[in-house]
């Protein structure tokens, strides 16, 4: 099992390097003066050449690429050049709670909706659970999310006024309950079309594990049904369903920005925006290196998660 | 040898299909005694696997299949059971192996869980107790190493290895009868033989009867007391192994017998040297279903189906040309 974790992130170090300088590239290579952009439409030509020089602009790019990589491994992303004087750090920190937590309740409730859902319909194959999990997953795919989520408020906060339409509430700050109220509807939204494509994905590999001889055996053992479907079958069709709820968080957490302007959520989707508004270089890339990272990292969890559930895999 | 374990009646199997309601298997009667092994051979397709699947029952789904005649397991009818007694006959009184045991282990649990776990669904043993049985299990099959394969997956085991496995998996509650569908087929001609010498001491140790599916007359020969041959879904002919090889009386099985590769020559060959092709389930002949391919067919064979009768020494036959 050491091996495989190493070999899995021995793996990852290409992947990582030609991330960080695709990011790097991005803003240096986006037209537009960072140093003029700075110091606004007023600077004189002497003022932009000494900022150019203090921020190393001038420098050959090789060794602008290995500065900014150094200051990103100790967690200086520089400072923001819209909010004058803010770290670009503290900024992508502080919105980039809300996000994760949203993107973990959401992806905790498409797992929780999605997998017994998956599973019921593979069971009671061509009757009626499984006829309404065919038609709510395909109204899933279908419906995009912002619809998913303006429905929801129309019934849920307008007609129903049982949950608030927008806002955020903090988890730690705020405490579970409000939590709960204010994020149930984003991290619906947010989830449902993902539940959809997770429960279809269970049923067709739970379908295809009881069709498979190690059930047949299971069965002439003597196994009760429950445990054949727990036991014997869920923890093989898990390991496909493994690789959709990787898919999920990273779709969750990059594909944010739309449910947290719908819901007036601070998090790195809003961020994201206003800083493409106000060109704000810094925050940019720092969120874009923060994203591609995540998705680097996640993709290392459900590996290594897979070869925890997986005993074929781990050997290798 | 009189000890009668199962006996079965007039098994028929249907399936919902497309075509609607098609009988696999027809009218299937056949006994097993205590120690005894069975051999049950017939072309691919005649129903074999799904006699053995009936006698278990393990085609659950109940609106798309159809069972009838009787299955009387040590005086209980199988078939009438409700599907709950059915789980505790499972693993205990009988149990199957089959094929292809890398498909038939689990993948993501370890030899020893599932060796134990019809140890402690049965006899609700618990930790080392169940370990131990596990263990001696393993012995029994002749597993070198047991402690150490407990703790294994089934991919890290030989092809011999998980055969071995998954007939001390199927007898870890010691059956009356132990169904076997084709075990060797996937093996390599060794570890076949290997195989084969393990079930006929098995059967001898733990005094159960044993349902040996298999396309291999040699085989039969040499490891059954009893056979029977079935054709397209029915039994055409039922015996003793020395009757029924020195004396085959239904025109398919002398086919059958003819097309046996010598004993020195490959012996995992296919039997396909009868002439013409079986026919589909839905265009069933209704008469003799051997009719079209037989060399001895007249009209009263292609009109009316002849029954299984026995004619002398234990022998029966389901043809025309035996009744006078
Ligand atoms: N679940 C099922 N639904 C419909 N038809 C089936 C089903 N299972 C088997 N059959 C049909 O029943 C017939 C007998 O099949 P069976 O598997 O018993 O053959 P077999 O004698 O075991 O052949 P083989 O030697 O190839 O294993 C075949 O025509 C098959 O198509
Ligand atoms: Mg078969």
């Known amino acids: 099992m050491k091996k495989y974790i190493l070999k899995r992130i021995l793996t990852l170090l290409p992947t990582v390097f030609i991330v960080s300088v695709v990011v790097f590239l991005l803003v240096h290579l986006t037209p537009g003066d960072p140093a003029a952009m700075m110091l606004g439409d007023d600077a004189t030509m002497e003022d932009i050449a000494a900022l150019h020089a203090k921020l190393g602009l001038d420098d050959p790019l090789i060794v602008q690429y290995i500065r900014w990589v150094s200051r990103c491994l100790q967690g200086d992303f520089g400072t923001s050049t819209a909010v004058i004087g ?99 509807l984003p991290a619906l939204s947010l989830g449902f079309i993902h539940a959809a494509y997770m429960m279809r994905m269970t049923k067709t590999s739970m379908l295809e594990v009881l069709s498979s001889d190690y059930i047949k055996m299971a069965r002439s053992k003597g196994v009760k049904e429950h445990t054949i479907i727990g036991k014997h079958a869920f923890r093989n069709a898990f390991l496909t369903v493994l690789t959709v709820i990787g898919q999920g968080f990273i779709s969750a957490l990059a594909g944010a920005a739309v449910v947290e302007k719908l819901f007036t959520i601070p998090g790195i989707g809003t961020l994201m925006v206003d800083s493409i508004e106000k060109r704000d270089y810094q925050v940019i890339q720092a969120i874009t290196l923060l994203i591609a990272m995540l998705n680097v990292v996640i993709n290392l969890i459900i590996d290594l998660l897979y070869g925890l559930c997986d005993p074929r895999i781990r050997l290798e | 040898m009189t000890d009668t374990i199962l006996s079965v009646s007039n098994l028929s199997t249907s399936f919902r299909t497309d075509r609607g309601w098609l009988k696999a298997i027809d009218g299937v009667s056949f006994t097993v005694h205590r120690g005894e092994i069975l051999g049950l051979v017939g072309e691919s397709g005649c129903g074999k696997s799904v006699t053995s699947q009936s006698i278990m029952r393990l085609y659950e789904e109940k609106r798309m299949v159809r069972y009838e005649g009787t299955v009387m397991l040590s005086g209980t009818d199988l078939l009438s059971l409700p599907f709950s007694r059915m789980q505790h006959i499972r693993g205990r009184d009988i149990s199957m192996i089959f094929q292809d045991a890398l498909s038939s282990l689990n993948p993501v649990l370890t030899v020893g869980d599932q060796i134990m776990e019809p140890l402690r669904i049965h006899q609700k043993m618990r930790g080392d107790a169940a370990r131990a049985e596990a263990l001696n299990m393993l012995r029994l099959v002749g597993i070198p190493a047991p402690e150490t394969r407990l703790r294994q997956y089934p991919h890290e085991l030989s092809g011999g290895m998980r055969q ?150 234990g022998q029966s036959v389901r043809c025309w040309r035996e009744e006078e």
Do not use: W
């Open chain 1, 86 to 184: 803010q770290k670009v750090s503290d900024m992508v920190f502080s919105h980039f709670r809300p996000t994760l937590c949203l993107a973990i309740y959401s992806q905790l409730i498409t797992i929780l909706l999605a997998i017994p859902t998956g599973i019921l319909a593979a069971r009671k194959r061509g009757r009626i659970a499984d006829m309404i999990t065919s038609v709510l997953s395909l109204l899933g795919i279908s419906l995009p999310s912002f619809m998913m989520g303006l429905g929801l408020v129309l019934l849920v906060a307008v007609h129903f006024r049982a949950l608030p339409a927008a806002g955020y509430k903090d988890l730690f700050t705020d405490g579970l309950l409000p939590f709960l109220r204010y994020m149930t």
């Open chain 2, 164 to 313: 071995r496995v998954m007939i001390a998996i199927a007898l870890a509650c010691h059956p009356q009868l132990l169904i076997a569908d084709e075990p060797t087929t996937a093996l390599d001609v060794t570890i076949q033989a290997q195989i084969m010498d393990l079930i006929v001491f098995l059967n001898r140790q733990l005094a159960m009867g044993v349902i040996l599916i298999t396309h291999d007359l040699a085989v039969v020969a040499q490891t059954c007391q009893r056979v029977a041959v079935m054709y397209l879904g029915q039994i055409v002919e039922e015996g003793g192994v020395p009757d029924i090889f020195d004396r085959p009386l239904h025109p398919y099985t002398r086919g059958l017998l003819a097309s046996i590769p010598r004993m020195d020559g490959d012996r995992r060959e296919r039997l396909h040297v009868i002439d013409g092709t079986v026919p589909l389930l839905h265009q069933m002949p209704s008469g003799c279903r051997f009719a079209p391919r037989c060399p001895y067919a007249t009209d009263h064979c292609r009109k009316e189906m002849p029954q299984l009768r026995s004619v002398s020494g």
